[in-house]
Nanobody, 121 residues
Framework: QVQLVESGGGLVQPGGSLRLSCAAS????????MGWFRQAPGNQRDLVAF???????NYADSLKGRFTISRDNAKNTVYLQMNSLKPEDTAVYYC???????????????WGQGTQVTVSS
């Protein structure tokens, strides 16, 4: 069993900052990549940022420069620093991780339960 537990969401004013965290635990042999998606009401779930084990990152084009993803491999934790937040950043943010639970097993994608981020004055 693998669990992804997110924290750090909440209500913030426009222009403010939030830092999301996501810790993976359970039967983990290796983690290939970790990242964040978000889903606003009525919209599909879209990529925010992703980071692979070597440190390479991928961001949604519209978020480059405001959001920064980082990872602590020793803690199996991924972070998302969100700055200059806008009302349109309001969404449920989901953590995801590509995890191999045992040697020789395939990599599967796991999801957290989501954390609400609301940007409003």
């Amino acid at each position: 069993q693998v669990q992804l537990v997110e924290s750090g969401g909440g209500l913030v004013q426009p222009g403010g900052s939030l830092r999301l965290s996501c810790a993976a635990s359970g039967s983990i042999f290796s983690i290939n990549g970790m990242g964040w998606f978000r889903q606003a009401p009525g919209n599909q779930r879209d990529l925010v940022a992703f980071i692979i084990s070597g440190g390479s990152t991928n961001y949604a084009d519209s978020l480059k420069g405001r959001f920064t993803i980082s990872r602590d491999n020793a803690k199996n934790t991924v972070y998302l620093q969100m700055n200059s937040l806008k009302p349109e950043d309001t969404a449920v943010y989901y953590c995801t991780a590509d995890i191999k639970t045992r040697w020789g097993r395939p990599v599967n994608r796991y999801w957290g339960q989501g954390t609400q981020v609301t940007v409003s004055s």
